[in-house]
């Protein structure tokens, strides 16, 4: 366990970020909520490293804050900046259809309510089990079950319609 909150950071700062990139589907939203949640931590320093898991809940600062954050900003914002990511990208040869099954999945998960994309990416990206899940969204198990079954029957049937990156922005 890091012993000071410098040492915290340096070791865990690449991970929050991706789990807040994989969130927002955004990196400087993600930087920004990180960088909120690595301030309100530092303040509290103290006693989050007194817990048994400092990461965890530092994890699910960056959880709740996402979930603010969707509060405060429209949908539309983040399907924006997705769209404004894919602008910015240097031109490249033709790359795989690996890269465009991506964008599609970004977009179809940037298209889902906030709870919906919140139980996805930790189910899938952060490998949590459904208690865990409904423990970080603060709702019950039976609860975070069903935002998954819901976020994935809406990627099925984004799936199942064809739809491409850019027909789902």
């Known amino acids: 366990m890091p012993e000071s909150f410098e040492d915290f950071v340096r ?33 509290r320093w103290s006693r989050i490293s007194g817990m048994d ?19 405060r900003r429209a ?19 033709d790359p795989t259809e690996a890269v465009d099954e991506r964008d599609a999945v970004f977009a179809g998960i940037a298209r889902l309510p906030r709870k919906q994309r919140a139980a996805v990416v930790l189910r899938f990206y952060a490998s949590r089990s459904f208690a865990e899940i409904a423990d970080e ?14 976020a994935m029957a809406t990627l099925r049937d984004d799936a199942r319609m064809g739809r491409t990156a850019k027909e789902a922005l």
Request: glycine fraction near 4%; aromatic fraction near 8%; charge should be positive.
């Open 11 to 43: 070791a865990r700062t690449g991970v929050l970020l991706r789990y807040a990139t994989a969130l927002t589907c955004d990196p400087y939203q993600a930087q920004d909520i990180v960088q909120d949640v690595l301030l309100r931590a530092q303040q």
């Open 53 to 71: 898991s400092p990461e965890g809940y530092v994890n699910r600062m960056v959880t709740n804050e996402f979930l603010s954050w969707n509060r």
């Open 75 to 93: 949908r539309t914002d983040v399907l924006a900046s997705h769209e404004r990511m894919a602008a910015y990208s240097p031109p490249v040869a």
């Open 137 to 150: 969204l603060g709702c019950a198990e039976a609860t975070a079950r069903s935002h998954l079954s819901r």
